[in-house]
């Protein structure tokens, strides 16, 4: 099959080589996908499980990506809740080969049925975006109707949507991002635009941020006692007084995706789709500038 793969870490996107990789093996409990769209997140290659499994033993040349939308093709031994020829989409392993292949290995777990009338290009921007969102908004955070959240990076894969979610909870939305990015976050439904290095605003019970560095660092000064700051670009450095901090990590939600789905069937979650190109073109798409 085709893919993209990377072996060496000093090389970065550089390293990005288009090959000829073996059909995968379907584990127990997993899933192969006939890939028909997949994402990408451009950090990626500094993450250690690009480059090793979960034993911390090289894997490379290893295939990065990790939101996919497809067909299953086929069931792995004692595999439930999915069928041959069922359109699915969700999150790859991290410590496994992804989805910048034409075929991929996947618990199934980690899979949601995708319904014929959602496209598999935005069905791909779906799983870290969405699940970050909603986890980093309402598990994490716990945000409430009423409440105010700003959301650092609102015009991102990330942002984009915790601005939707935020506001359909009934939270008061700042967003903060490019000043290119205005009318695009506020179409989205924030109620304020400011830019990252503009005076500090009000106060808020959510701070939001996916750029760390910073962005993250002046953040802390604009949590409300007894609020929240969330990240998911570093652990703080610079902590929130009489506040919360947390740093996670997404983790695979079937439930939510399929929720996710829904709101984008019923018209009240608009994905943005990026750039969409053909595998080939992968690696030069990772070296855009964003």
């Given at each position: 099959m085709k893919?993209?793969?990377?072996?060496?870490?000093?090389?970065?996107?550089?390293?990005?080589?288009?090959a000829e990789l073996p059909y995968p093996h379907a584990a127990e409990n997993d899933v192969i996908v006939r890939v028909h769209a997949a994402g990408f997140t451009p950090g990626e290659l500094g993450w250690p499980a690009?480059?090793?499994?979960?034993?911390?033993r090289d894997r490379t040349p290893s295939v990065p990506g990790h939101e996919l939308s497809g067909v299953v093709v086929e069931l792995?031994?004692?595999?439930?809740?999915?069928t041959v020829g069922q359109r699915v989409f969700g999150l790859a392993d991290w410590t496994r080969?992804?989805?910048?292949?034409?075929?991929?290995a996947v618990e199934a777990r980690n899979l949601a049925p995708l319904a014929a009338d959602i496209d598999h290009t935005v069905a791909a921007t779906l799983p870290i975006s969405g699940l970050t969102a909603w986890q980093g908004l309402f598990d994490h955070a716990g945000l409430t109707t009423g409440q105010t959240v700003l959301i650092n990076g609102a015009a991102g894969g990330v942002g984009?949507?915790?601005?939707?979610?935020?506001r359909e909870a009934g939270a008061r939305v700042i967003a903060s991002g490019r000043a290119r990015d205005r009318d695009l976050v506020l179409g989205l439904g924030a109620h304020v635009f400011q830019e990252p290095d503009a005076e500090p605003g009000e106060q808020a019970d959510v701070v939001f941020d996916v750029l760390g560095g910073d962005v993250l660092?002046?953040?802390?000064?604009?949590?409300?006692?007894?609020?929240t700051l969330v990240t998911i670009a570093e652990p703080p450095t610079v902590h929130p007084k009489d506040a919360r901090a947390v740093f996670f990590v997404v983790e695979p939600d079937r439930a939510r995706l399929a929720d996710l789905a829904q709101r984008v069937r019923d018209g009240r979650l608009k994905p943005l789709v990026g750039?969409?190109?053909?595998?080939?073109?992968?690696?030069?798409?990772?070296?855009?500038?964003?």
């Open positions: 893919a993209i793969t990377v072996s060496d870490r000093d090389a970065g996107v550089n390293g990005l080589t288009p690009t480059w090793t499994d979960r034993a911390g792995g031994y004692g595999t439930t809740g999915l080969n992804g989805t910048l292949a034409e075929y991929t984009s949507i915790a601005v939707q979610l935020a660092a002046k953040s802390a000064a604009l949590v409300r006692p007894g609020g750039e969409v190109c053909p595998l080939a073109e992968a690696p030069a798409a990772f070296a855009r500038p964003r």
